[in-house]
């Protein structure tokens, strides 16, 4: 049986260390595809010379050619634009649009049968533009946030509590970064709830509510430490769970922006929920009943992402 064939668009910090997960993991031979010259074929280059030392069985490629990603079964778009100083929110909506533009005709003509994971900010604005301009299916397009917010909380939980990060849970809604909706009540430790940890004197509402906050600003705090570019281990390692679900048909229940059509009230928009990502892409959006003040939170979330929407429109009319 071939191996599959994963695509990665956009062969940046992320796209680099993507492709380095998914060689060490073997997940199926690799393409890297960037419009600087020899950055997609230098980092191919050099993490298939770890190959022999690390014993991985995969191919991997860089190339400005889309023709390279014919009947790739993943695509993960990183491609674009960082904010630079004196560059406004607009500017950077304005070349990302023009990037997912270029992006989604490349695959709408080489990979149209690939599960497309969208990583580029603003994300939900940009998977959206992305699902438009590819025309896939709105269940093979979805964009990687949630699963980077939710293992951001779910680090800072298990250093407040002491325990492993592998028994804590966390449930996350609504648009990434500022607009994140944590449901704490759905946030557990081995099953117990955050409200009744705070019951147990295992924390306090306030010091919840500080790493609430610092999960939020997770982006912003790393992109301080670093001072030149933003996160990309932990948002790669996200994208590569989604990616491993799809491949091999796991059903994980993970937190995406996902096409949402009739759950949460909404009819046909991008935003972060609960999912299940199998073979057939995003095979379920798990609705939940919110309280009021969880609504109110996801609204704020959702306005926010609609007006990022609005102005991709104004920019291009042809969407
Ligand atoms: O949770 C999340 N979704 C995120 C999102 C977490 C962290 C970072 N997030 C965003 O991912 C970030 O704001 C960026 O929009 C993307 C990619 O981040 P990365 O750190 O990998 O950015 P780089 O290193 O600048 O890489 C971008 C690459 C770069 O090599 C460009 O040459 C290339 O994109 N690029 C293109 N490739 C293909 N096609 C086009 N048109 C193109 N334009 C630029």
Redo the contacts with the bound molecule.
Sequence with gaps: MARPKIAL???????GTLAHMAAMKELGDIIL????EG?PEGKALDIAESGPSEGFDVKLKGTQDYADIAGADVCIV?????RKPGMSRDDLLGI?LK?MK??GEGIKANAPDAFVIC???P?DAMVWALREFSGLPHNKVC???GV?DSARFRHFLAEEFKVSMRDVTAFVLGG?GDTMVPLTRYSTVAGIPLPDLIKMGWTTQDRLDAIVQRTRDG?AEIVGLLKS????YA?AT?AIEMAISYLKDQKRVLPCAAHVDGAYGLDGFYVGVPTVIGAGGIERVIDITLTKDEQAMFNKSVDAVKGLVKACKEIDSTL
């Design positions: 668009i956009g062969a940046g910090m992320i796209g595809f960037d419009i600087a950055i990183t491609a674009g634009v960082p990302n990037v270029a992006v990583i580029t900010n994300l964009g990687m946030a980077l990434h982006g570019g933003s996160a990309y948002p996200s």
